[in-house]
């Protein structure tokens, strides 16, 4: 294993000049923090009202399925099945 001071580091690499070890882990952390309530403050909130605008302009159309639930066409095939059944039945 070599030594720090092969590396150009000098006695100790970890520390660095000045105690300067905790800034690039620290920084980081405190960075992620503001960036959270700077997103939430800046460009969540302008999302949001620009889609209460928009939907204020041109609403969407409730949209319905077919009207259908699934008994009244389990039902129907059923009925379907016995008619082609019954032909086959006739001949």
Not at 27 to 36: D, K, M, Q, R, Y
Request: hydrophobic share 40%; aromatic share 10%.
């Amino acid at each position: 294993m070599s030594e720090p001071w092969l590396q150009g580091w000098g006695t100790n690499a970890f520390p660095g000049p000045h105690g300067y070890w905790w800034v690039p882990i620290v920084g980081p952390l405190i960075g992620a923090a503001i960036a959270v309530y700077v997103y939430e403050w800046m460009i969540s909130r302008t999302l949001c009202a620009r889609a209460k605008l928009l939907q204020e302009k041109q609403p969407r159309v409730e949209q319905k399925g077919l009207g259908f639930k699934l008994e009244k066409l389990q039902k129907a095939l059923d009925e379907v099945r016995t008619q082609i059944e019954a032909e086959e039945a006739k001949q």
